[in-house]
Nanobody, 116 residues
Framework: LQLVESGGGLVQPGGSLRLSCAAP????????IGWFRQAPGKEREAVSC????????NYADSVKGRFAISRDNAKNTVYLQMNSLKPEDTAIYYC??????????WGQGTQVTVSS
């Protein structure tokens, strides 16, 4: 299962970005999808996740009220809308998929840099 992230870039504080996670050769319908991030010198942390049916979502406290995860199974894509971005949101963002408990499938990551 190959996952491909896109949508990262450089944005000023207070700005917005929308990340996408797609699976070119697999259907994501049966998988929970999570977004994780890793900043330089820090451990990877969970940002948000969404159930396979889309009815359950979770967010890290640090992004609640600013980020929104969604999925469009018709487009086989999961999104992470990021608003009111802060410099501390700077990191490589990864999406991951799981059919059970473990996040077994990972993308290559997309860089998000929040800076003036």
């Amino acid at each position: 299962l190959q996952l491909v992230e896109s949508g990262g870039g450089l944005v000023q504080p207070g700005g917005s970005l929308r990340l996408s996670c797609a699976a070119p050769r697999f259907t994501l319908d049966d998988y929970d999808i999570g977004w994780f991030r890793q900043a330089p010198g820090k451990e990877r942390e969970a940002v948000s996740c969404i159930s396979s049916t889309g009815d359950i979502t979770n967010y890290a406290d640090s992004v609640k009220g600013r980020f929104a995860i969604s999925r469009d199974n018709a487009k086989n894509t999961v999104y992470l809308q990021m608003n009111s971005l802060k410099p501390e949101d700077t990191a490589i963002y990864y999406c991951a998929a799981r059919a059970g408990v473990e996040w077994n499938y990972w993308g290559q990551g997309t860089q998000v840099t929040v800076s003036s």
